[in-house]
């Protein structure tokens, strides 16, 4: 199963909010039965369009930079 949303996301989708004319930014996905790292926070995986078009790491336009 993970291996379709990862192959939906990386393809791009449309976003289901507004008019659906847009670009969805990614999914936002949780476990059936709620998993918790040990200080108590809940897992939860996410996977962002752009992730997969090599930008990772590089700055995006109009964000400051961190350091």
């Not at 039965?33 to 992730?51: M, N, S």
Request: net charge positive; glycine share 14%.
């Amino acid at each position: 199963f993970i291996d379709h949303v990862i192959k939906f996301v990386e393809e791009g989708f449309k976003s289901k909010l507004g008019d659906g004319t847009k670009n969805a930014e990614g999914l936002v996905g949780r476990t059936k039965i709620p998993l918790f790292d040990a200080k108590g926070r809940r897992i939860i995986v996410k996977l962002r369009t752009e992730d997969f078009k090599g930008t990772i790491g590089r700055k995006k336009k109009g964000t400051k930079d961190a350091n």
